[in-house]
């Protein structure tokens, strides 16, 4: 197995200077969703879908299509699905000269089968690659995170090379967002509450940020773990409650902001469009709730679309899909 990043030189000319630098996963998506009710150990008529995913490759292309200059530091395969996926984020706008491809290698892949309402039933992830983005190979990138305006890092980046991240980034003052990913994950992020700008964990991985969280699927969780986030340490965080919409916090402030009601056509991505839309309201000045809504915006557009990215995302939909 031998590592290259997607272009040679990229170690020596640092993109994405002043921009935002999004690290972790990409993967080959597949979605089906039935026509007919789902009977167990039997398959069922449905429609299948293959397209671009991954929570940090979905970031950056929304952010992209929003036109904040931003570069991808991600791990590949060196195979047809893995060129596919630079080639789709770098024709989008992201910059993906940083990326790691794996010789030797398959990309990952993420499997989500919904119901016929096109609510997820479930879901498998291969994200094993995501963990060749090593200490070592992130340190060879200081030079670039250190130019960043923000740095945004989902929680399939190994938890050591979180803690490196999470240390170029404090000595720089350079702002840091996370997206804790899954259940299983969040746990990575526990520890380093204190450096993180930005948190945007559902409500199932709130609770395993703040162990003592009452459970009670309503607007006052949502509200409650965005405060008990921000006594922990970090910035601003964002708790989404699906159907409940978004509570959000900061030292300043905090409230919530109603989930935008929407055809669901496919889930897979609308928190990432939404975690993306905020990050671009935080870092173009817009205030803290104005930018909650435009997540909102986004997560309800991307919903309605069968694909993880929408394809013309753009500061003009959002608004539209608020009025």
């Given amino acids: 197995m031998s590592l290259h990043p997607a272009d040679s030189d990229a170690s020596e000319a640092p993109s994405g200077a002043g921009g935002v ?29 293959m397209s671009p995913g991954g929570v940090a490759r979905n970031v950056a292309e929304n952010l992209a299509r929003l036109g904040v200059e931003v570069t991808l530091i991600t791990a590949v395969g060196d195979d047809p699905p893995g060129r596919q996926l630079l080639d789709q984020a770098e024709a989008a706008g992201v910059d993906v000269r940083h990326a790691l491809t794996v010789t030797g290698k398959r990309t990952g892949m993420y499997l989500g089968v919904l119901d016929p309402q096109g609510g997820l039933h479930l879901a498998l992830d291969d994200m094993g690659l995501v963990r060749s983005l090593s200490r070592d190979y992130l340190r060879s990138k200081t030079r670039l995170l250190e130019q960043a305006k923000a740095i945004f890092l989902d929680a399939n980046v190994p938890p050591d090379s979180i803690e490196l991240l999470l240390a170029i980034a404090r000595r720089a003052g350079i702002p840091v967002a996370a997206d804790p990913t899954s259940v299983s994950l969040a746990a990575s992020l526990r520890p380093h509450l204190k450096d993180l700008w930005l948190i945007t964990p559902n409500a199932a991985e709130a609770e395993v940020l703040c162990p003592h969280l009452v459970p009670h699927a309503d607007r006052d969780q949502a509200l409650d773990a965005a405060r008990r986030l921000v006594a922990a340490g970090v910035d601003i965080a964002l708790v989404t409650m699906a159907e409940f919409g978004i509570g959000y916090a900061s030292a300043e402030t905090s409230g919530h902001v109603p989930a935008v009601m929407t055809e669901v056509i496919d889930p897979t991505g609308a928190g990432d469009a939404q975690t993306a839309a905020v990050l671009f309201g935080l870092l ?25 990215v929408v394809p013309d995302l753009s500061l003009e939909r959002l608004y539209d899909e608020l009025r």
């Avoid at 969703?33 to 069922?44: E, F, G, I, Q």
């Avoid at 173009?284 to 993880?308: C, F, Q, W």
């Fill in 21 to 49: 630098v999004v690290i972790g996963s990409s993967v080959m998506d597949v979605i089906g969703r039935p026509l007919t009710a789902l009977v167990p150990r039997s398959s069922a008529p449905g429609e299948l879908r």
């Fill in 284 to 308: 173009s000045g817009i205030p803290l709730d104005e930018s909650v809504r435009l997540g909102a915006s986004a997560a309800a557009l991307t919903l309605r679309t069968n694909g993880s």
